[in-house]
């Protein structure tokens, strides 16, 4: 199976900055890559499809970028609804193959 | 709007079996498939399997081959997961998620998960 390795697995922000965080495939997997948020006892939202597409209704201070095997989700002047998990998801192979997780605190 | 909407939480024994559905509106049924999703306690999301609710091919993770059966029912726009020979490990939320192919493969609209608790 294609591991998803992302970074950091959790990060202290404050209103208003830039964030990044990093998902690494084990082995490239193009672009077929998603990432998603989840807001504690909530279930997950689709941010960005095949790596860098933003989804409908999603603000754009959320980017996606990158392909093979690193990508990165940005998310600039981060808003208090932002402070949330976020994963990334593979569907490269015929076995889909979420991320870890990064949680994004408030400092 | 497109919704999904899940069964309401279950509490199973270890060796039972444990069936949860998930019904679609506001969308043609066969038009998309259907993937399920779990998190257990303070964990990340696991991904289950696929099911086209076109046709009804399958796809399954192989954690869970052998054990998992993914169904849908046109008639009633209802998706359907069923876990076999449960053990604690399974005690997790399950969610459903509608699939679609925008280049690549991916989950636009979620279920409000369905918590299934397994202890003896």
């Known amino acids: 199976d294609i591991q998803m390795t992302q970074s950091p697995s959790s990060l202290s922000a404050s209103v208003g900055d830039r964030v990044t965080i990093t998902c690494r495939a084990s082995?490239?997997?193009?672009?077929?890559l998603n990432w998603y948020q989840q807001n504690q006892g909530k279930a997950p939202k689709l941010l960005i499809y095949?790596?860098?597409s933003l989804q409908s209704g999603v603000p754009s201070r959320f980017s996606g970028s990158g392909s093979g095997t690193d990508f990165t989700l940005t998310i600039s002047n981060l808003q208090p609804e932002d402070f949330a998990t976020y994963y990334c998801?593979?569907?490269?192979?015929?076995?889909?193959?979420f991320g870890q997780g990064t949680k994004v605190e408030i400092k | 709007q497109v919704q999904l909407v899940q069964s309401g939480a279950e509490v199973k024994k270890p060796g039972a079996s444990v069936k949860v559905s998930c019904t679609a509106s506001?969308?043609?049924?066969?038009?998309?498939?259907f993937t399920w999703v779990r998190q257990a306690p303070g964990q990340g999301l696991e991904w289950m399997g696929w099911i086209s609710a076109y046709n009804g091919n399958t796809n399954y993770a192989q954690k869970f081959q052998g054990r998992v059966t993914l169904t849908t029912d046109t008639s009633t726009s209802t998706a359907y997961m069923e876990l076999r020979s449960l053990r604690s490990d399974d005690t997790a939320v399950y969610y459903c998620?509608?699939?679609?192919?925008?280049?690549?493969?991916?989950?636009?609209?979620w279920g409000q998960g369905t918590m299934v608790t397994v202890s003896s």
């Open positions: 095949a790596a860098s």
């Open positions: 998801l593979q569907t490269y192979s015929s076995q889909w193959t």
């Open positions: 506001g969308y043609t049924f066969t038009s998309y498939g």
């Open positions: 082995q490239s997997i193009s672009s077929y």
């Open positions: 998620a509608r699939a679609i192919v925008v280049v690549t493969d991916a989950f636009d609209f």
